[in-house]
């Protein structure tokens, strides 16, 4: 079945410590999304890449860090410079086009020890 | 500049009832609009997109929308909910690159 993999599906963070989500797909789509969900504000949008090597900042990009050197991966990196990284972590990806629908993993979820 | 509302941060209807998640959305331009569903600790699921085609669009699961330009609204329906129903639920505005999402609607079955 084609879909988007996200791991690990709980992760812990150290103060002063880097960590990454993994994302993963295998739909074939050129475009992929970072989103951060906190309870009550719906989907922020903090990095999305169109094409491989290449992708741009979102609302809440600050403290964050991507890259995208395969079409089917785009690991997001939360470094020690995000404050509160207490959250809920989607990926998602699209064909492209203004009209299509995004598929989402099943998100990461990330707590501070 | 795009935004969404989901006027409902939380909706209870018993099983059997009818569902109505409201949506309203501000958009320069002719926008695309979704619906999407979210259990607990998982990823969203595309109910139904709306594209500038019919206005009423139908989703999986027994989910409708109409779009309104007159009102610039958004709403999801379902003439008979189930417990399964029991979700957040998102409303989407995008274009391009530019998605915007509402704070999203938790809907309670009872039974």
């Known amino acids: 079945d084609g879909g988007i993999t996200q791991s690990p599906k709980y992760l812990f963070r150290k103060e002063g410590q880097n960590v990454t989500l993994s994302c993963e797909q295998n739909l074939n789509h050129d475009a992929m999304y970072w989103y951060r969900q906190d309870p009550g504000q719906g989907l922020r949008l903090i990095y999305y890449?169109?094409?491989?090597?290449?992708?741009q900042k979102g609302d809440i990009a600050e403290g964050y860090s991507v890259s995208r050197e395969k079409k089917e991966s785009f690991p997001l990196t939360v470094t020690s410079a995000q404050k509160n990284p207490t959250a809920f972590y989607l990926c998602?990806?699209?064909?492209?086009?203004?009209?299509?629908?995004?598929?989402f993993g099943d998100g990461t979820r990330l707590s501070i020890l | 500049a795009q935004s969404v509302t989901q006027l409902d941060s939380h909706v209870s209807v018993s099983e059997g009832t009818p569902v109505l998640l409201r949506c309203n959305y501000s958009s320069s331009y002719s926008p695309s609009l979704f619906w999407y569903v979210q259990h607990p600790n998982k990823g969203l699921q595309l109910l139904l997109k709306y594209t500038s085609a019919a206005t009423l669009v139908k989703g999986i699961n027994g989910f409708e929308a109409e779009f309104k330009k007159s009102e610039t609204s958004f709403h999801l329906t379902k003439p008979s909910a189930h417990m399964s129903d029991a979700a957040e639920y998102f409303c989407?505005?995008?274009?391009?690159?530019?998605?915007?999402f509402g704070a999203g609607t938790r809907l309670t079955v009872k039974p």
């Open positions: 890449s169109q094409i491989v090597n290449d992708f």
């Open positions: 998602a990806s699209s064909i492209g086009g203004r009209d299509q629908p995004q598929h």
């Open positions: 989407v505005v995008r274009r391009n690159n530019d998605m915007r």
